[in-house]
């Protein structure tokens, strides 16, 4: 499924109390879409999908997509490590009228290359809508190994992109060679867009956009149009922002950073802690470097 070059996965907002901030959603939802995005994921790990209720969730989507309407397309985290909850709750997304699923490798239950395959075929069963497979050994421990995610790329008629953040281009490759032509590849990691640009990929599911969109975009524009040149002096350029949003554990330093705009509050839910006084310095020293 193409959802454009430009995806960004949506922090949460939440207000002092720990309670969705529904005021600043809609603030969030029309900077992102005014600065770039073709496409917003929800609920996802940098919208704090562990600490969210179903029903907040299916609210988040709901609401992200009156919100958008047309102009972007919605995709929905439904991903768990439980297959039948996953399902279930990528059935609800859909009644909720969302654009697409984003589903996650099973974390912690360690799961073979088997099993992860049933696990995606399930959840992909549940609805007619595009998935998006998300894999990310760094949070979850297992790979999603490259000829696994073909087969099921091949298999499975809605099974129609994937977001790699494994950072094995060796890997993302061999994807982009052997999945059907008219499956799609996002880089899963800002840093990693060019690099996986550069090997036949599509775009990218970006943090960094919440502050850098439109630069981005620019900056993939510049590569796929053949000014490689322009493009990697803007990735170079960016580099700092990127690696400002991981400053602190994901997505703590980019809600600082939206705040410092005016966009929204850095409250996060725990076990996740907002940017104290010391860390804010130490991230705006990493924007005089942008």
Excluded at 48 to 77: H, N, Y
Excluded at 246 to 264: D, R, T
Aim: glycine share 8%; proline share 5%.
């Amino acid at each position: 499924m193409d959802y454009g070059q430009l995806l960004t996965a949506m922090v949460t907002p939440f207000d002092k109390n720990g309670n969705l901030d529904w005021t600043a959603l809609e603030s969030l939802t029309e900077h992102l879409i005014q600065n770039g995005s073709d496409g917003l994921v929800v609920a996802g790990t940098t919208g704090e999908s562990p600490t969210l209720k179903t029903d907040e969730k299916l609210m988040l989507f709901k609401r992200v997509k009156e919100i958008a309407g047309t102009r972007v397309s919605v995709i929905a985290g439904t991903g768990t490590n439980d297959t039948a909850y996953s399902a279930e709750l990528t059935e609800k997304a859909a009644a909720a009228g969302v654009d697409g699923i984003m589903a996650v490798t099973p974390y912690y239950n360690k799961p073979n290359q088997e099993g992860m395959y049933y696990h995606f075929k399930t959840i992909a069963s549940s609805v007619t809508l595009p998935v998006m497979v998300y894999n990310i050994p760094g949070r979850c421990i297992i790979n999603l190994q490259a000829e696994t995610m073909i087969r099921m790329a091949k298999d499975i008629d809605n099974i129609t992109s994937v977001k790699e953040a494994s950072g094995n281009l060796d890997q993302i490759s061999l994807i982009v060679d052997s999945a059907p032509a008219d499956f799609y590849v996002y880089s899963g990691d800002d840093s990693m867009t060019i690099p996986i640009l550069s090997v036949g990929g599509n775009g990218v599911v970006s943090v960094a956009a919440h502050i850098a969109g439109a630069d981005i975009k620019e900056m993939i524009h510049h590569f796929v149009t053949g000014d490689t040149a322009h493009a990697a002096a803007l990735h170079r350029k960016l580099l700092p922002k990127m690696k400002a949003c991981f400053l602190a554990p994901n997505p703590a330093p980019v809600k600082a950073m939206l705040e410092q705009i005016g966009i929204m509050k850095r409250y996060t839910r725990l076990p996740l802690l907002p940017l104290n006084d010391s860390e804010i310095k130490q991230l705006d020293q990493w924007f005089s470097l942008a």
